[in-house]
C-alpha cells in the first residue's frame, strides 16, 4: 500500500510521520506544501503519476483561523480550490482521499442548558453525544467556511472519500494551545482563558493513527462504497479552554494563577464555536476504534515537550 501525505512540515503531517515506524508494510510518501503545492494542479498531477498512491492524506490545510478574514483569497485558494485539485486527481488514479476538516464548520452554542448546532435556525443536536455527521453545518467565518467548501468539492468530485472532522489540535509539533500555554506559563504569573467555549481537545498523534488505521481497514471492506463519507474524530470527553489550560498546568505541576474569563472579554478578528464537542459514535462503529479520554492522550503529549 501507498500512502501519500500532502503538507507533511505541517502539525499533522510531523505527527504521522512520528508513527510510521509502526506501519512497515506501507510505502509513505510525504510531501510539503513546497514540494506539493496542493493549488497547483500542474504540479499534483506529476506527483501522482510519478507515485501512483493508493490512498491520499490531506493534511494540507490554512488554518490561521484569524489572519483568514483579512486574507480570504488564500485560504479559500488553499482550502476549498485545493481541496477540489486534490479530488479530481485522485479520481483519475482511483486513488482514496481522506480530508481532515474542522468543527469550525459549525455554529454551535449552549442556550438554557440545550445545545444548538445553528445559531440562527435555532436547532438543537440530534444526540446528546455532541454534533453528528448529519448535522447541518453553518459556519461562521472565513475559515469555517472555506472548510465547507473543501468538504463539498470533494464530495460533489470523487465518491472514494473520508472526510474527518476533528477539533482543538494539538501535539508536541508545529503551534498549538498547550505548546501556547507553556510558553506564556514560564513568561507571566497570572494567565486568562476563556470558560464559555466547550469542545474536545484532540491530540495530532491519535488522529494521525486513525488516519492510517482508516486507510489499512477500508482497504479490507468487501464494499467499501458503504463507508464512504464524513466521519467525526477527537478524544473523548470534553472542557472549556479554561479546563484545558488547568489540566495542562496540573500535570505539568506548574503553579500559575489561572483566571476564567468570557469570550467577550477577549474579541479575536473570527468567531470561535461556543460548542464543538464531536459525536464520535459512527468512527467508533465503523472501524471499531477504542478512543482515549482527552486528559489521557495529554498526558502522553506533555511526556514529549
Not at 86 to 99: G, Q, R, Y
Not at 105 to 111: C, G, N, P, Q, R
Not at 279 to 292: G, P, R, T, Y
Amino acid at each position: 500500500m501507498v500512502i501519500l501525505v500532502t503538507g507533511s512540515n505541517g502539525q499533522l503531517g510531523q505527527s504521522i510521520q512520528s508513527v510510521v515506524g509502526k506501519y512497515s508494510s506501507i510505502d509513505f510518501i510525504f510531501c510539503t506544501s513546497s514540494q506539493l503545492d496542493i493549488t497547483n494542479k500542474e504540479n499534483c498531477t506529476k506527483f501522482f503519476k510519478k507515485y501512483d498512491p493508493d490512498y491520499c492524506i490531506n493534511a494540507a490545510a490554512y488554518t490561521a483561523v484569524d489572519k483568514a478574514e483579512s486574507d480570504p483569497e488564500k485560504a479559500f485558494e488553499i482550502n476549498s480550490n485545493g481541496a477540489q485539485n486534490l479530488a479530481e486527481i485522485c479520481k483519475e488514479h482511483n486513488t482514496v482521499l481522506l480530508h481532515v476538516s474542522t468543527d469550525f464548520v459549525f455554529d454551535a452554542y449552549f442556550s438554557d442548558g440545550i445545545a444548538f448546532y445553528d445559531r440562527e435556525l435555532r436547532l438543537p443536536l440530534k444526540s446528546n453525544l455532541g454534533l453528528q455527521e448529519i448535522d447541518v453545518p453553518f459556519p461562521n467565518g472565513i475559515y469555517g467556511l472555506t472548510k465547507l467548501q473543501g468538504e463539498q468539492a470533494i464530495q460533489n468530485t470523487w465518491e472514494k472519500h473520508f472526510i474527518v472532522r476533528t477539533s482543538w489540535v494539538y501535539s508536541e509539533f508545529g503551534n498549538n494551545f498547550m505548546k501556547t500555554m507553556l510558553r506564556l506559563a514560564s513568561e507571566r504569573e497570572t494567565l486568562s482563558v476563556v470558560e464559555d467555549q466547550i469542545g474536545t481537545p484532540t491530540y495530532a498523534v491519535d488522529l494521525a493513527e486513525v488516519l492510517i488505521n482508516i486507510c489499512i481497514i477500508s482497504s479490507g471492506f468487501e464494499k467499501a462504497e458503504l463507508n464512504f463519507g464524513i466521519y467525526n474524530f477527537s478524544n473523548e470527553g470534553s472542557c472549556s479552554w479554561y479546563e484545558f489550560a488547568k489540566e495542562i498546568f496540573k500535570q505539568k505541576e506548574i503553579t500559575i494563577e489561572l483566571k476564567p474569563i468570557s469570550t467577550s472579554a477577549y474579541p479575536t478578528l473570527a468567531k470561535r464555536p461556543a460548542y464543538s464537542v464531536l459525536d464520535k459514535s459512527k468512527i467508533k462503529a465503523k472501524f471499531n476504534l477504542s478512543i482515549e479520554d482527552w486528559k489521557t492522550s495529554l498526558s502522553k503529549c506533555l511526556q514529549k515537550v
